[in-house]
């Protein structure tokens, strides 16, 4: 996809992440062009045992060991995504990183990567814009 005129170009192989809780989308953009590379989805989550527990009167509870942890969840998908922005730095396709998502996200996602390459991050916008067109998403980094 060409980049509109009135948008932000970029003049170094860039990385832009667009992100939620569930889903990630990779794109490569240098120059006036920007095309999506990757897609990343989280671990689907461990579904709880809906019935939940009988006491001795046999009337049915819930259990506390049934609870989701999203913050569980969310460590696998978070290295996932670093591990991509990393691997795409390490092969030289990659000068300059710009994360859009969650702020919860955008701190896991950056706590994730490597020391040396935290500088190649720089742009942060913690929106959620995964469903927002991409020109959306463009607009918002050329501010």
Known sequence: ????????????????????????????????????????????????????????????????????????RRLPYAKQI?????????KGQTKYVCLVMPTEMCHRVKDEIPKENQDAITKIIEAHMIDAPLVDVLKRLSE
Do not use: C, W
């Open 1 to 72: 996809m060409q980049i509109p005129k009135d948008y932000q170009h970029f003049a170094h192989p860039t990385l832009i992440v667009v992100g939620d809780f569930e889903h990630a989308k990779l794109f490569h953009t240098q120059g006036e062009t920007i095309e999506q590379i990757q897609t990343i989805q989280a671990p689907e989550p461990h579904q709880p045992d809906t019935e939940g527990d009988v006491n001795i009167g046999g009337e049915r509870y819930g259990s506390l060991s049934t609870d989701v942890d999203e913050g569980a």
């Open 82 to 90: 670093a591990g991509a922005i990393t691997d795409s730095i390490r």
